[in-house]
């Protein structure tokens, strides 16, 4: 702790004000932005820290915003103060073109009047501001800065942003790190953080281990869902930032897939090499954090929520309607094994496993990322303990969405796919998925549900894909 820099700074005051008008029109056009198709009302300042300060060339402010939008039904409830989004602002005299892409807007008034903001992220400057702040454990206003010091974390490393599609945004560092900025920030253990955290302390060599990461210690007072939320939420800090090494060279799993499919070619291989790597990480995090068995109770809370998410998401896309009675069926057949008294053991899973979460590395070893679980899931559900199958459900959707990309659909591309990844998974864990058919049916129909509200969200043209697997669902219970 020798090497922290400790500076107490706050963002000038009357700073939101002259950004709102332009964060209501920007925010909603970002891929990460959670609450899309309704308008942004106003922001409730829940952090701001000055970075660098706007008397020079380059200004920098880090906010932790919480965006109003009443016409959301959970913000609609009396006090709801609406989704906190991590941004990083820039304030320029005048952008160069090289980041007109990240423009937020000029400001008309306030402390800062005349000059122009934009996402700071696009900007060298910054981006190597951070990296800085992580390799030397920085405190800076309520922004704390981590390291595992046991790795190493050189200085001077060129940033570039990553421009992929994202729910959150990402910068590499010179091809040997990538910081993932968390955007939509909910206070409490985040997963994405815990649980690579506890797969490299057990010396899982399937996942990037942690090298750094940024939180934030947040005035109680000054978040509403703190203030008026749960006791034990108080005091905990605001994950921010994880700070990873960088897979050099590496495919993921959904470009390798498309690839193998335009070429005519099989992913057998590939795919039993994917449910081993799975099965190992899903051991490791058996091993590392507690396990449960789940009765008939736990068991009926699940289907329970199932059920809800169905209910929810036929309100929300009304195509789902003419399914809804076929797909509740598959829910409750895993309620009636669990009134026959059928226990299952669960742990902590990755949440939201599909091939874009795999990364290849040229040597042909498979990486699992992003265990931040589906990110429109309330945190505690997300840490739950649940039974690993869920994941091998994930996969398998993801086969499906693979072929079903392609043009023309390759209904035999996934099976074989699916069948190598259970057998890769059964090699390695000593358990195949298949044999417990109710509920890896029950988790696939909960998947295929939860894509079809994510495709109608951000990507409507993709719609048909999930439409097609629960229209097999729904009639067959079965994908293929
Ligand atoms: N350790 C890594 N090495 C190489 N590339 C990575 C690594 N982690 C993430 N990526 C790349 O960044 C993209 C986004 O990362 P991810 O954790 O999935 O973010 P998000 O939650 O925003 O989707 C991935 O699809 C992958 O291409
Ligand atoms: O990677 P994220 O954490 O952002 O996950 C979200 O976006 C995914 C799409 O980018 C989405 O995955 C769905 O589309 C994939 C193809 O693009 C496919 O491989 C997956 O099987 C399918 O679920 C994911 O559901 C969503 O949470």
Known sequence: MSEAVTRTVTAPPGLLASLDP?????????????????????????????????????????LLVRAHQPSVPSHGAPGHPGDCYQLLIGVREALPPRLAPALIGHMATGPLAGRTAYDALHDARPAELLLEALRTQARIGG??????????????????????????????????????????????????????????????????????????????????????????????????????????????????????????????????????????????????????????????????????????????VPALRPYAEGLRTAFTALGDLAAEGRTW??????????????????AGEWWLIDFEGEPARPLAERRMPQPAVRDVAGMLRSFDYAARSADPPQPDWAETCRSAYCSGYAEAAGLDPRTDPVLLRAYETDKAIYEVVYEARHRPDWLPVPLAAIDRLASTGHLT
């Not at 308008?39 to 701001?48: I, K, M, N, Q, S």
């Not at 797969?199 to 942690?210: D, H, K, Y």
């Not at 742990?347 to 590395?361: A, M, Y």
Request: glycine share 10%; charged share 20%; hydrophobic share 45%.
């Open 22 to 62: 332009l964060l209501r029109e920007w925010l909603p056009r970002q891929r990460w932005f959670a609450g899309k198709g309704r308008p942004v009302t106003g922001f409730t300042l829940v952090e701001a820290t000055e970075l660098l300060p706007s008397t020079g060339k380059l200004g920098l402010y880090h």
């Open 143 to 316: 922004l704390r800065f981590e390291r595992d010091l046991d790795q190493d974390i050189r200085s001077g490393l060129v940033p570039r942003v990553v421009t992929a599609e994202q729910s959150n945004s990402s910068i590499v560092y010179g091809d040997t790190f990538i910081l993932k900025l968390l955007r939509r920030i909910v206070p409490g253990v985040n997963p994405d953080l815990e649980l690579p955290l506890a797969l490299a302390r057990e010396g899982c060599p399937r996942v990037p281990a942690p090298t750094a990461w940024m939180v934030a210690d947040v005035d109680p007072a000054a978040d509403p869902v703190i203030s008026a939320g749960p006791a034990d939420l108080a005091g905990q800090p605001y994950v921010l930032g994880v700070l990873q090494p960088f897979v050099q060279g590496a495919s993921d799993g959904w470009e390798l897939a498309l690839r193998e499919l335009a070429k005519g070619e099989d992913f057998g291989a590939e795919a039993r090499a994917l449910g081993r790597a799975t099965a190992e990480v899903h051991t490791t995090l058996a091993r590392a954090l507690p396990t449960v068995t789940l009765g008939h109770m736990q068991l009926q809370l699940m289907v329970d929520g199932m059920i809800e998410r169905l209910e929810a998401a036929v309100q929300a």
């Open 345 to 362: 053991t669960a742990q902590r899973v990755h949440g939201d496993l599909h091939l874009g979460q795999c990364l290849r590395s040229p």
